[in-house]
């Protein structure tokens, strides 16, 4: 079973911030937190990962709370194409990546 | 670089009939993965491969085989097909180390058992 919890679906407004939240309560100690994104129907791909601070890189920031069992993606200005389904990952290595069910996120006009 | 490559993109097969899939990587990645995707749901991890000449099993491994048959390819099988693997499946890679490194996926091939 997937150790995260995410909300099914969002909406958000194009050119607006989209804040996707993601629940993992049971991390542990050395566990990274993962987002990847799936448009479509193509393979998904890799948005960004953190331990315990905040990250952010060229596609997203990552919020990760001090006692790391939430953290929050943010995409800073949403467009049409970052309409997708967004899956939070927990895992402490490349070969237990636990894909749950997502959030489809629909960026609006 | 074309990244991970799959083979083929389709395809329909009878129930009991085999076939392999094949996928190839051209970023010397050590890792390499096979994961299903059912309608709906999320990605399920079946066989890895950490480096060449090792594969172990992932949550759904039954009813498959896989073979790292050098650095660049790994393959799965599928001996007697069923409708239950009726599924999109995706290859994936990604370095190892003392780091964390994100995987880097195919385009799927979407896989109907009748």
């Known amino acids: 079973d997937a150790k995260t919890t995410q909300p099914p679906s969002m909406d958000c407004a194009e050119g607006r911030a989209a804040n996707l939240p993601c629940n993992h309560s049971?991390?542990?100690?050395?566990?990274?937190v993962y987002w990847y994104r799936q448009i479509h129907s193509q393979g998904p791909q890799y948005i960004i990962h953190?331990?315990?601070n905040n990250e952010t890189n060229e596609m997203a920031s990552l919020i990760i709370t001090e006692d790391r069992k939430s953290s929050t993606l943010i995409l800073p200005h949403a467009t049409l194409r970052d309409t997708a389904v967004y899956y939070c990952?927990?895992?402490?290595?490349?070969?237990?990546?636990?894909f749950g069910a997502g959030t489809r996120l629909t960026v609006k006009p | 670089n074309a990244g991970v490559t799959q083979t083929p993109k389709f395809q329909v097969l009878k129930t009991g009939q085999s076939m392999t899939l094949q996928c190839a990587q051209d970023?010397?990645?050590?890792?390499m993965y096979w994961y299903r995707q059912d309608p709906g749901m999320g990605l399920r991890l079946i066989y890895y491969?950490?480096?060449?000449?090792?594969?172990d099993k992932g949550e759904v491994p039954n009813g498959y085989n896989v073979s790292r048959l050098n650095k660049r390819e790994f393959s799965l099988r599928l001996e007697s097909a069923a409708p239950s693997q009726t599924s999109v499946y995706f290859c994936?890679?990604?370095?190892?180390?003392?780091?964390?490194?994100?995987?880097?996926f195919g385009p799927g091939t979407r896989l109907t058992v009748t």
């Open positions: 970023m010397n990645h050590n890792s």
């Open positions: 049971t991390i542990s100690g050395n566990e990274y």
């Open positions: 953190g331990l315990k």
């Open positions: 491969s950490a480096s060449e000449g090792t594969t």
């Open positions: 994936a890679s990604s370095e190892v180390g003392t780091g964390v490194y994100e995987q880097y």
């Open positions: 990952i927990v895992s402490g290595n490349n070969n237990d990546m636990r």
